[in-house]
T-cell receptor, first 114, second 117 residues
Framework: ETGVTQSPTHLIKTRGQQVTLRCSSQ?????VSWYQQALGQGPQFIFQ???????GRGNFPPRFSGLQFPNYSSELNVNALELDDSALYLC?????????????FGQGTRLTVV | AQSVTQLGSHVSVSEGALVLLRCNYS??????LFWYVQYPNQGLQLLLK????ATLVKGINGFEAEFKKSETSFHLTKPSAHMSDAAEYFC???????????????WGLGTSLAVNP
């Protein structure tokens, strides 16, 4: 067990709706990264947060947004859901300082858009 | 730009046989290299990583990988496969310490390992 917790584990939404996914990072970790993993694919980097600020973004539209809170937990928000947003969303926590490059992943949230 | 190629989307071995999963990367500077395993309906678990130092790294569950700079490879091996090794395996890279602030991981497409009795 990594100590990274994501909620909910499964979610079904209708096209056009909005969704919020949550991630509690491992104790002591100040950086959270979000990834989207479509079925049969490798994870794709969405964005990363370090100390409550966005610290890099992948090739995702602005309707994908995030937050990081003072306790380093994080949210991923997706507006105007599309069918292609159906995927496993993974949260990874790590230390920003360069002595530790390991990221610990949560179990993921399986989002289905119908 | 960095990229990762995993040769073979599906690999099937017999129980007790050698496991070899291939990973090649493209990067202007030697990156940090990782292998992760993903069991069905689960998140990703780190198997092993290479950052600096010894190029042969040992991980959990009897897996090891060797960083070969000249071949830009980081192949994953295990001498004897177990049924419990059946899973999806992902190779990933990230920029080294001095290459920028973004510590995102860039992933291969994954290799599905099947272990036959």
């Amino acid at each position: 067990e990594t100590g990274v917790t994501q909620s909910p584990t499964h979610l079904i939404k209708t096209r056009g709706q909005q969704v919020t996914l949550r991630c509690s990072s491992q104790s002591g970790h100040n950086t959270v990264s979000w990834y989207q993993q479509a079925l049969g694919q490798g994870p794709q980097f969405i964005f990363q947060y370090y100390r409550e600020e966005e610290n890099g973004r992948g090739n995702f539209p602005p309707r994908f947004s995030g937050l990081q809170f003072p306790n380093y937990s994080s949210e991923l928000n997706v507006n105007a859901l599309e069918l292609d947003d159906s995927a496993l969303y993974l949260c990874a926590s790590s230390l920003r300082d360069y002595t530790n490059t390991e990221a610990f992943f949560g179990q993921g949230t399986r989002l289905t858009v119908v | 730009a960095q990229s990762v190629t995993q040769l073979g989307s599906h690999v099937s071995v017999s129980e007790g046989a050698l496991v070899l999963l291939r990973c090649n990367y493209s990067s202007s500077v030697p990156p940090y290299l990782f292998w992760y395993v993903q069991y069905p309906n689960q998140g990703l678990q780190l198997l092993l990583k290479y950052t600096t130092g010894a190029t042969l790294v040992k991980g959990i569950n009897g897996f090891e990988a060797e960083f070969k700079k000249s071949e830009t490879s980081f192949h994953l091996t295990k001498p004897s496969a177990h049924m419990s090794d059946a899973a999806e395996y992902f190779c990933a890279v990230s920029p080294p310490i001095n290459a920028g602030n973004n510590r995102k991981l860039i992933w291969g497409l994954g290799t599905s390992l099947a272990v036959n009795p």
